[in-house]
């Protein structure tokens, strides 16, 4: 698995068999012994590489400040991430509506389970209950994945830049959501979250 996903990050999405077995150190044809098909190693290198990407950004889903500076932070760990890992970051991303993408990184185990648990964390009150669809958080990871990608591919803007940017676009997004539920969240409220997981606004 690390070998596949060492020779995905040299050699890019398309890394075969043969590049693969050179990183683990075998004959290619044992590569087929661990994984059922292509298909079976690139869901495993997703799985793997997906969580990578949730231990990086993590922490700073379990942050308090204000709700840009919150997401400010969750991004620029993602993007972080990317620049150090940008053809996992691609593959992950490429693939991102092929089945065993959804498996792996969509289901509510992965990165997006992750993302939507943090958002309704930051949301929930003692009187409101908020899970966001996972139809609208899986069209703000399109939306940051297409910012990253082009970032990755351009570099047109600082790191810091695109971060900011690609945070003010989620967080148009994320006020919309809490809005549509009654929730009145401006960019000065400050949210924590407790550990039962309710949040509290000052």
């Known amino acids: 698995m690390v070998a596949a996903a060492a020779a995905i990050e040299e050699y890019g999405a398309g890394a075969g068999t043969a590049q693969i077995a050179d990183w683990a150190g075998v004959a290619r044809p044992h590569v087929y012994r661990h994984f059922d098909s292509r298909d079976d190693l690139e869901s495993e290198v997703l799985r793997f590489a997906a969580t990578q990407l949730i231990e990086a950004v993590r922490p700073a889903m379990r942050k308090s400040g204000t709700a840009p500076v919150i997401i400010e932070g969750v991004l620029a760990a993602a993007v972080g991430w990317a620049a150090e890992n940008p053809n996992l970051y691609r ?5 991102q509506q092929t089945k065993a993408t959804h498996r792996a990184r969509l289901g509510r185990t992965r990165f997006l389970g992750e993302v939507v648990g943090a958002a309704s964390a ?28 082009w970032w990755l591919d351009h570099h047109d803007e600082s790191q810091d830049e695109v971060v900011t940017r690609i945070a003010h676009q989620v967080w148009l997004v994320m006020r919309d959501l809490a809005q549509g ?14 550990d039962d997981r309710r949040s509290e606004w000052t």
Do not use: C, E, H, N
Request: aromatic share 4%; net charge negative.
């Open 181 to 194: 539920v009654g929730l009145a969240i401006d960019d000065d409220s400050v949210l924590t979250v407790r």
């Open 122 to 149: 930051y949301l929930r009150t003692p009187d409101v209950r908020v899970d966001p669809p996972d139809g609208v958080m899986a069209g703000l990871m399109g939306m940051v994945d297409a910012g990253i990608i």
């Open 91 to 95: 593959f992950m991303a490429v693939r």
